[in-house]
């Protein structure tokens, strides 16, 4: 139906999240259809960034330049530092605007079934970072999942070796969340936490 | 947060249909996670269509090849035309496998709203084709809204110029559809259209 250079461009396309094949036609359409205007812009912002990307040496944010521009920043407070499993995380807990210190990426989650160790993760060099005398606190921002608290076990096991102070994100009722939709674990952690008003 | 070419890149992403400003986000993400097996590819499959991607000189259909894949194709009827607004509805036709014959696209709706008058759209193009003796019937494929139907009438007058037998898509309840949930148009059309069992 049409030229396999567009077939295989849509077949990329689906592989974006949040388009399927049905939505990756529709783009390639539009795409096709604004040549000028979306196309070839886009195409040279993927080549752009293809060849600028990299990982972070400090922190593991992926970014255009290394030191990331998080870790570049001089306004950034280096007394904290927030253990994130991946990129995403990190551009999520930016998005909020409430944390101004440093990240660092773990780059993933333990875990026994998909084979990875603390090796596989930066946990070593998240130890050396917090071995910095500057280095206060460190928050443990892992997803509440069982293999996102393994992690944050082990990573707390291991920086008893730096002098720092050890948090992790709160658990209870998200923001704009009914409690009847919420599951029992989230209710029993939110009542636990209570605070006094 | 992130260099200026990422940042860039999350923009031109979400003016894709199916993705806004969060999901293009995730997309630049798994972009940059996956370098060189999605980003490289992606972009060079943009580049390639951006260069090879044309306007069918026949039909108006958005392909890499002129005459496009359609039209170029022996095994396709040519005895008829099925007319279209634009190519996401010739691909939609396409998908269905209904069709055999070859398309015309006209490249948008008349619209006094839009300013968007007969010498925008390609019927003249469309009279041309319909004179050649080798073509029978000439399917109006519009959607079904004022401006879709205005147009059909539009091109039902000029096409009365050339000998052919003209024909419209049946109205009627969708295919896996709901009486309850139709409008009373759509209702009466297929009331008025039943069909004998």
């Known amino acids: 139906m049409v030229g396999p250079e567009i077939e295989r461009l849509i077949q990329l396309l689906a592989r974006?999240?949040?388009?399927?094949?049905?939505?990756?036609?529709?783009?390639?359409?539009?795409?096709m259809k604004r040549r000028d205007g979306l196309l070839?812009?886009?195409?040279?912002?993927?080549?752009?960034?293809?060849?600028?990307?990299?990982t972070c040496s400090v922190c593991g944010n992926l970014d255009t330049r290394d030191p990331c521009t998080v870790c570049a920043d001089p306004s950034r407070d280096r007394s904290t530092i927030c253990v994130v499993e991946d990129a995403g995380d990190l551009w999520a807990l930016e998005r909020s605007r409430a944390f101004t210190g440093l990240y660092h990426v773990l780059g993933g989650t333990l875990s026994a079934l998909q084979g990875i160790g603390p090796d596989d993760l930066t946990i070593?060099?998240?130890?050396?970072r917090a071995r910095n005398p500057e280095v206060r606190e460190v928050i443990l921002a892992l997803n509440a999942t069982v293999d996102g608290q393994t992690t944050a076990h082990v990573v707390t096991d291991r920086l008893a070796q730096a002098d720092v102070a050890i948090s992790r994100l709160a658990h209870g009722v998200p923001v704009g969340g009914e409690l009847d939709y919420l599951d029992d674990g989230?209710?029993?952690?939110?009542?636990?936490?209570?605070?006094p008003l």
Chains 1, 2 share one sequence.
Do not use: Q, Y
């Open 186 to 195: 989230t209710l029993t952690a939110a009542l636990k936490a209570r605070r």
């Open 16 to 31: 974006l999240p949040g388009l399927g094949p049905r939505s990756a036609r529709r783009a390639a359409l539009l795409l």
């Open 40 to 54: 070839v812009p886009l195409s040279e912002a993927m080549a752009l960034a293809a060849e600028a990307v990299r």
């Open 124 to 128: 070593a060099a998240l130890v050396d």
